[in-house]
């Protein structure tokens, strides 16, 4: 999977759309899907993780829940899926 570019709103936008239209579970952090979805490596910095929680809540049924405890990525800014 190619690294998408946080830096870029649309292509953002568009990559996390396309992860969440088969994504199974209904609760993610950004660094999941920084990870999973858009192909990142290493540390995202402060700004890309900005960009990753500004689209996710940004998607239509993504509700902000507050920190959630993951074990690979701790205790994580998360957002649920209502359904």
Request: proline share 5%; net charge negative; charged share 25%.
């Amino acid at each position: 999977m190619a690294r998408i570019d946080v830096s870029d709103p649309k292509a953002l936008k568009a990559a996390v759309d396309k992860y969440f239209d088969d994504f199974p579970g209904d609760l993610i952090c950004a660094l999941q899907l920084w990870y999973e979805g858009l192909g990142g490596q290493g540390v995202p910095n402060a700004a890309e993780m900005t960009a990753i929680q500004d689209a996710i809540s940004g998607t239509p049924g993504w509700t902000d829940v507050g920190s959630v405890r993951y074990e690979k990525y701790g205790a994580q800014r998360s957002y649920k899926l209502s359904k």
